[in-house]
C-alpha cells in the first residue's frame, strides 16, 4: 500500500503515482506489443525493435548519449590507446 495516499494503486496526483509510459513507437507510431523488446529514448520515449534495428547511427549515438562512435565503444570497454 502507498504511504501517501493509502491506495494499492496510485491515484493521479499522488506523488508515488507512476506515469504512463508511452508505449507507442515514436518512429512509427505502432504500439509496443506486451514481451516485445523494444529500446528507451530518454525518460519518455520508446522505440520499436523494428526501428531501432533500422537507425542511422547518429540517431544509435542521441539515444545512448555520447557524442561519437569512439565514446560509445569505450563505454563498452571496446577502445584502447596505441602504445
Ligand atoms: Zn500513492
Ligand atoms: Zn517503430
Not at 507512476?18 to 507510431?29: P, Q, R, S, T
Not at 526501428?51 to 544509435?60: E, G, P, R, S
Amino acid at each position: 500500500m502507498c504511504s501517501e495516499c493509502d491506495f494499492y494503486v496510485c491515484p493521479d496526483g499522488c506523488p508515488n503515482a507512476v506515469a504512463d509510459k508511452n508505449d507507442e513507437c515514436e518512429l512509427c507510431g505502432s504500439l509496443i506489443a506486451n514481451g516485445e523488446e523494444y529500446a528507451e529514448d530518454g525518460e519518455e520515449g520508446v522505440i520499436c525493435e523494428h526501428c531501432a534495428n533500422q537507425m542511422d547511427i547518429d540517431d544509435v549515438l542521441r539515444i545512448c548519449e555520447v557524442a561519437s562512435v569512439m565514446e560509445l565503444l569505450g563505454d563498452m570497454g571496446r577502445t584502447r590507446h596505441a602504445i
